[in-house]
C-alpha cells in the first residue's frame, strides 16, 4: 500500500537531515529512482529548488523533477503524469493552507492519492509532512499574528494518516500542540527537528538524523493528554500508533 516518509523539521541544506534523505532515496530501491520536488508551500522559490537538486540530485543520484502548480501552467494530464511517473515526491516547506488551497484547484490531492495507493513514497519536511495527515498544526493564517509570533491553527490534510500533526516540535510555538491536544479526540503525532515519522504498508519506525530529537505521540483519556515517546527504530504495526 502506501509508504509516508514525515520528517518534523530541519535544514536541508546544511544536510541537517541527510541520513532521513538517504533512506527515502533508499527506500526507492533503485540506482537513479525519479524524485519529484513539490515546492507549492514556498511559493516556488529557485533556490529552493536548487538547493533540493543539490541534495537529492547531485548528492543523492535521482533523476529531479519540479512540479510548478503556481508559476506552471501544467494541464492535468501533464501533473496527474508527472506524480505518477515519480518513485518518489518530497513536498517542500511553507504555507500549508494557501498549498492545499492550489493542491485542491489542481487536483493534486486526487492525483496525490492515486500515488499513495500505487506505493509511491511520499515525502516531506513541515508543510510537507502535515500534508500527510487528516490535520495540522499550523502557523498559515498570518491574520492571527499576535506580538511576533504566530498564533497556531488546525489545518486540514490529505487524510492518509488518521492523527493531528505537529512539526517542528521542539521550536517555540510547540508548547501550542499540547493545548490543541485538550480538545482534540483522536491521536496526535509531534516531531521535532531532524526526525522523522516512517510508515511502510502497515508498520512504522521512528529515524533521526540527530539522536537528540525525538517524535512523540499523544492522546487525550479520562481528561487528561498523555505523551510518550515514539523510540521504536524497527517497523512494527501501525495499531500501536493509533491506539489510545
Known amino acids: 500500500m502506501g509508504m509516508i516518509v514525515a520528517i518534523g523539521g530541519g535544514e536541508i541544506s546544511k544536510l541537517e537531515t ?5 533512506y527515502i532515496v533508499n527506500l526507492a530501491g533503485k540506482v537513479n529512482p525519479k524524485a519529484l520536488f513539490i515546492p507549492t508551500a514556498s511559493n516556488e522559490p529557485q533556490g529552493y529548488i536548487d538547493i533540493f ?3 537529492y540530485g547531485k548528492r543523492l543520484g535521482c533523476k529531479i523533477d519540479v512540479l510548478y502548480l503556481i508559476n506552471g501552467n501544467l494541464s492535468d494530464i501533464e501533473i496527474r503524469s508527472k506524480i505518477l511517473s515519480a518513485d518518489i515526491i518530497y513536498v517542500g516547506g511553507g504555507d500549508t493552507v494557501k498549498m492545499m488551497e492550489v493542491w ?7 492525483y496525490l492519492k492515486e500515488a499513495y495507493e500505487a506505493g509511491i513514497i511520499l515525502s516531506g519536511l513541515s508543510a510537507g509532512s502535515m500534508c500527510w495527515f487528516r490535520y495540522g498544526h499550523g502557523d498559515s493564517d498570518l491574520s492571527r499574528n499576535k506580538d511576533g509570533w504566530w498564533d497556531y491553527q488546525r489545518i486540514n490534510g490529505l487524510s492518509f494518516i488518521d492523527a493531528i500533526h505537529c512539526p517542528h516540535y521542539n521550536e517555540k510555538g510547540g508548547e501550542g500542540f499540547d493545548e490543541m491536544m485538550e480538545t482534540f479526540k483522536g491521536i496526535g503525532i509531534a516531531i521535532e ?3 522523522a515519522l516512517i510508515i511502510k504498508d502497515d508498520k512504522f519506525k521512528i529515524l533521526k ?3 537528540k530529537s525525538n517524535a512523540y505521540k499523544l492522546y487525550k483519556l479520562n481528561g487528561i493528554v498523555y505523551k510518550q515517546i515514539l523510540d521504536n527504530y524497527d517497523l512494527i504495526d501501525t495499531n500501536k500508533l493509533f491506539e489510545l
Open 193 to 195: 527537528n531532524n526526525c
Open 104 to 110: 485542491h484547484s489542481k487536483k493534486v490531492d486526487e
Open 209 to 211: 538524523s540527530d539522536e
Open 53 to 55: 537538486d543539490d541534495i
Open 18 to 22: 541527510l541520513e532521513i534523505d538517504e
